[in-house]
C-alpha cells in the first residue's frame, strides 16, 4: 500500500496538493505557530524585535496565590469593628504591592470568601484570563447537557408518523442556518433592557407586575442570557443527527420489545438508548468543543462584560491578539484552550468507551 | 389449552384490503405453516396474531379467549423474527431474560429459566456472549431461546430461516422441528419457502392475495390439490400443465386430449368441468416415465438434460411448442433432440377448469 501510494500515484498527489497546501497554509501551521508565539513576547506591530521569552507568557496568565487576611486588632488585641460590628481587614493592595510578598506582586483579586474570622483572599496574576476561564467552562457544563437533552427530547418528539411532522422538522432547524451574528442581533433586541420582546412579554404575562430587566447589562444575568440563547440556536443541529441516530435502530427490535410487554419507558431504557450509544457520544464531542469555541455571541451581544461577567476563552484570544496587538498572549490562551479540549475529548472518549 | 382461532378476520390498510376473510383453526400443540408467495399476506396475519398489527375486523381467539384488543404480552405469545431481534448491546444471557427484565423478575428465577431454555436449545456455552460474537444461527438460536423463556402458549416464527444460508437453514430446520416435539406447544410459522412448509407443518395454510386457498396436511395438498395454484405452488420442480380439449364428461371422469396427447380419461372431483371447453391437466413431473416416442402419451423432443445425481430433470418440447419438465429417477440419460414419450397413470394426474389459469397468469 505505501508504495502504491508514493510511487506510482504521481497524479493522484498532484490533485491532492492544492487541498493538502491549503490545510497546511491555513490549519497545521498557525497551529504550530501558535505554540511557538506563546514562547515570544511577538506583537502585532512593534519596532522592538522579538524575544523568547520561555514560559514567561504562562506564568503571567496562570499564576494564582492564596493568602489569608486576619481581622485588624487594637493594642488589647480585640478585633477592630466598624459602625455595623462587621471587623476590619488590611486591604488586598498592602500584599500584592509590599516588597514583603514578591510572590504577591502584580496580582489582583479573583474572589474571596470568610472563613470564622479571617477572610481567604484568591489573587490571579491575570485575573481577567480566569473569569473567562470559569465562564467558558460554566458554559460547557450547562450547555453541554442541556443542549444535547433538549435536542433528543425534539428527535423524539419529531420521530414520529404524523401529518405535517416535516414543518416542525424545518422549524427546529431553521436557527441553524441562519448566522450566529444575525441569531446573536436579534436576540440582543429580545433582551433589551427598555422595550426588548423577553420585557415586554413577561410584562404582558404577569398583567404588569414584571417592571423589565436589563438581562445583559446585569452581570448576574447576562451569562444565563447567553446561554439561553446558544442552547436555542443550535438545538436543531443537534437534533437532526439523534434523528439520524434514531433512524438507524431497527423497528423489529420495538416490536420485540413490544411483544415482551415493555412500557414506553422500558423501550426508551432498553432500545432507544443502547442504539444511539455512538450517537450520543458524537453529540456531546460535538457540543462540548462547539461550547468551548464561544465567541460570535460574546462579541455581538456584551463583548464580554459587564464587570467581565462574559469574558470567554476564545473572546480573550481574539481580544488580546487583535485587540491589544499581544500576538504572544492570544496564542497563549489559545495553547491552553487547545489543551484543555484535548483533555476533555480524550476524558469523554475514554468514559464512553467501548467496554469488553 | 391453546388452540387458535381465526373467524373471518380482515385487515385493511387505507383503501387497500390486504387480507381478505381468513378462517383458520388451530389446535393445540399443532405445527402450522402459512406458505405463499411475497405479498400473500402471511406476515401480515402472523403479525396480526402476534398483537403487532390492528386486526380490522372478524375475531382472533387464543386458548377460547378473544384477544383481538389485548397487548401482545398478554396474548400468550412468543415471536421469533426473520432478523432475529436481538439487542446488540445485551449478553445473550441478557437477551433471553429480557422478557423477565421487563416484568421485573427476580435473579433466580432468571438465572434458572434462562439455563433451561439454554439446556434446550444446546446454547449454554454462548450464554456471556455478546450477539457480534454470535454466527446468524447461533443468533436466531437466541432468539428462540428469547421465546422460550418467555413461556408461551403459541410460538409465532416470522420467515425464522431466511437470512440464513442454505447449509445452516437445513440443520436449524431440523432444530425447530424437534424442539416442537418437544415442548409440544402450538406454533405458527411463515415461509415463502415450500420445503419448510413441507417438512415442519402438521398442518400447512396456503395463501395468495389475502386468502386461504387450501388448508390441509402437506401430503393432503401435494397429492389432493384444491386448486391450479396450490398445485403450481408446491412440490418442486412444480407441476406440469397442459392446456387440454375436454371432448366429453362422463359422471366423475372426462376425457380430454391436446396435439401432444393421446386421449385419456381423468377424474374430475367434482369440479365443474364441460365437454368442449379447454381445461388444464396437471401432471407433476416425478410421476412421468419416459418410454419410446410411439409408446407414450405425451409426445416431445429432448431440450436440455440437468443431472442432479439423485434425480434428472429434463426439459422437454411437446409436439404443440408448450414446454414440460420431466423428473426421472436416478441417473437417466436422455440426450438432446431426441424425441420422446411418456408415460403417465391418470390417477396420479389433476384437472382444472380453465378459468383458473386465466385468474392466475401460470408462473
Not at chain 1, 293 to 307: C, E, R, S, W, Y
Not at chain 1, 336 to 353: A, D, E, G, P
Not at chain 2, 289 to 317: C, F, N, Q, Y
Request: glycine share 10%; net charge negative.
Amino acid at each position: 500500500m505505501a508504495s502504491k501510494l508514493t510511487q506510482s500515484n504521481r497524479a493522484g498527489w498532484a490533485f491532492a496538493l492544492p487541498g493538502f497546501g491549503l490545510i497546511a497554509a491555513f490549519i497545521i501551521l498557525p497551529f504550530f505557530f501558535a505554540f511557538g508565539l506563546s514562547l515570544t513576547d511577538q506583537r502585532l506591530v512593534s519596532p522592538n524585535a522579538t524575544q523568547f521569552v520561555g514560559l514567561e507568557n504562562y506564568r503571567d496568565m496562570l499564576g494564582l496565590g492564596l493568602v489569608t487576611l486576619e481581622p485588624e486588632r487594637d493594642e488589647a488585641g480585640e478585633i477592630v469593628r466598624d459602625e455595623d460590628g462587621l471587623p476590619q481587614y488590611p486591604r488586598v493592595r498592602t500584599i500584592t504591592r509590599s516588597d514583603e510578598y514578591p510572590q504577591y506582586s502584580g496580582m489582583g483579586e479573583w474572589f474571596s470568601w470568610s472563613s470564622g474570622d479571617t477572610v481567604k483572599v484568591v489573587l490571579a496574576s491575570d485575573v481577567v484570563f480566569w473569569r473567562a476561564l470559569a465562564n467558558t467552562l460554566l458554559f460547557v457544563l450547562i450547555v453541554a447537557p442541556v443542549q444535547a437533552a433538549c435536542a433528543l427530547g425534539l428527535a423524539l418528539l419529531i420521530n414520529q408518523r404524523l401529518r405535517g411532522i416535516n414543518v416542525f422538522r424545518a422549524l427546529y432547524f431553521m436557527p441553524v442556518v441562519v448566522s450566529i451574528v444575525v441569531v446573536s442581533l436579534l436576540w440582543r433586541f429580545i433582551y433589551d433592557g427598555r422595550d426588548g420582546l423577553l420585557n415586554s412579554m413577561l410584562g404582558f404575562l404577569s398583567f404588569g407586575a414584571f417592571e423589565g430587566h436589563d438581562w445583559l447589562g446585569d452581570p448576574a444575568t447576562a451569562l444565563p442570557a447567553i446561554m439561553a440563547m446558544s442552547i436555542w440556536q443550535a438545538v436543531g443541529f443537534h437534533m437532526v443527527i439523534w434523528l439520524a441516530g434514531l433512524q438507524t435502530i431497527s423497528p423489529t427490535l420495538y416490536e420485540a420489545a413490544d411483544i415482551e410487554g415493555a412500557s414506553k419507558w422500558q423501550r426508551f431504557r432498553y432500545v432507544t438508548w443502547p442504539g444511539l450509544r455512538n450517537t450520543a457520544v458524537l453529540i456531546l464531542i460535538v457540543i462540548t468543543m462547539q461550547a468551548f469555541a464561544l465567541f460570535a455571541q460574546i462579541d455581538v451581544m456584551t463583548n464580554g462584560g459587564p464587570l467581565d461577567s462574559t469574558q470567554t476563552l476564545v473572546f480573550q484570544a481574539v481580544e488580546r491578539g487583535y485587540g491589544r496587538q499581544d500576538i504572544s498572549g492570544g496564542s497563549t490562551i489559545s495553547v491552553v484552550l487547545f489543551l484543555l479540549v484535548l483533555t476533555i475529548s480524550l476524558i469523554q472518549r475514554w468514559l464512553t468507551r467501548e467496554r469488553k | 389449552m391453546a388452540e387458535v382461532r381465526l373467524r373471518n378476520v380482515r385487515k385493511s390498510f387505507g383503501k387497500a384490503e390486504v387480507i381478505k376473510g381468513v378462517d383458520i383453526d388451530i389446535e393445540d400443540g399443532e405445527f402450522v405453516v402459512f406458505v405463499g408467495p411475497s405479498g400473500c399476506g402471511k406476515s401480515t396475519l402472523l403479525r396480526m396474531i402476534a398483537g403487532l398489527e390492528d386486526i380490522t375486523s372478524g375475531t382472533l381467539e387464543i386458548g377460547g379467549r378473544v384477544v383481538n384488543d389485548i397487548q401482545p404480552k398478554e396474548r400468550g405469545i412468543a415471536m421469533v423474527f426473520q432478523t432475529y431481534a436481538i439487542f446488540p448491546h445485551m449478553t445473550v444471557r441478557e437477551n433471553m431474560a429480557f422478557g423477565l427484565t421487563i416484568s421485573g423478575a427476580g435473579k433466580e428465577e432468571k438465572k434458572t429459566k434462562v439455563q433451561e431454555a439454554a439446556r434446550i436449545l444446546q446454547m449454554e456455552h454462548l450464554l456471556d456472549r455478546r450477539p457480534s460474537q454470535l454466527s446468524g444461527g447461533q443468533r436466531q438460536r437466541v432468539a428462540i431461546g428469547r421465546a422460550i423463556v418467555r413461556d408461551p402458549q403459541v410460538f409465532l416464527f416470522d420467515e425464522p430461516l431466511s437470512n440464513l444460508d442454505a447449509a445452516l437453514r437445513m440443520s436449524m430446520r431440523m432444530e425447530i422441528g424437534k424442539l416442537h416435539q418437544t415442548l409440544g406447544t402450538s406454533m405458527i410459522y411463515v415461509t415463502h419457502d415450500q420445503v419448510e412448509a413441507m417438512t415442519l407443518a402438521d398442518k400447512i395454510v396456503v395463501l395468495r392475495g389475502g386468502e386461504v386457498m387450501q388448508v390441509g396436511s402437506p401430503m393432503e395438498l401435494y397429492h389432493e390439490p384444491a386448486n391450479l395454484f396450490v398445485a403450481g405452488f408446491l412440490g418442486a420442480p412444480s407441476m406440469n400443465f397442459v392446456e387440454v380439449k375436454v371432448e366429453g364428461v362422463q359422471g366423475h371422469e372426462a376425457r380430454v386430449s391436446a396435439p401432444a396427447l393421446e386421449p385419456i380419461t381423468v377424474a374430475t372431483k367434482g369440479r365443474p368441468i364441460v365437454a368442449g371447453d379447454t381445461a388444464i391437466l396437471g401432471i407433476r413431473p416425478q410421476y412421468l416415465r419416459p418410454v419410446a416416442d410411439a409408446e407414450g402419451m405425451l409426445h416431445g423432443t429432448v431440450e436440455l438434460t440437468e443431472r442432479l445425481g439423485s434425480e434428472t430433470v429434463v426439459d422437454v418440447a411437446l409436439r404443440d411448442g408448450s414446454k414440460l419438465i420431466a423428473a426421472l429417477p436416478e441417473d437417466t440419460v436422455l440426450e438432446r433432440g431426441r424425441n420422446v414419450g411418456f408415460d403417465f397413470d391418470p390417477a396420479q394426474a389433476h384437472l382444472f377448469p380453465r378459468e383458473e389459469a386465466m385468474a392466475d397468469a401460470p408462473h
